[in-house]
């Protein structure tokens, strides 16, 4: 894992805000009720998964984030494991 994507796992613990909202339909999006990550927010933490859409719009690229989420993931993995491990040696 390189130093960005550790960085990326130390912030991934306070992640971004999801949020349900509506689209415009006349930008080519569905009406319906869509849910998301707040775009201005990962920006902060992982700004190459942010794309600036038509319009000055931020969009957030899903498809980026997924090899940084595995990551965290796997470190959250080590971590269970490790605090598994300490409780069976202190268990007489």
Known sequence: ?????????????QAPSSAAFVTRASRGFSSERQVGLVAQEVREVVPQAVVEAEEGYLAVD????????????????????????????AQP
């Open 1 to 13: 894992m390189s130093g960005d994507d550790s960085q990326f796992c130390l912030y991934a613990y």
């Open 62 to 89: 899903y498809a980026r984030l997924v090899p940084l989420l595995i990551e965290v993931v796997k470190e959250q993995q080590r971590q269970i494991d490790e605090l598994k491990a300490s409780l069976q040696v």
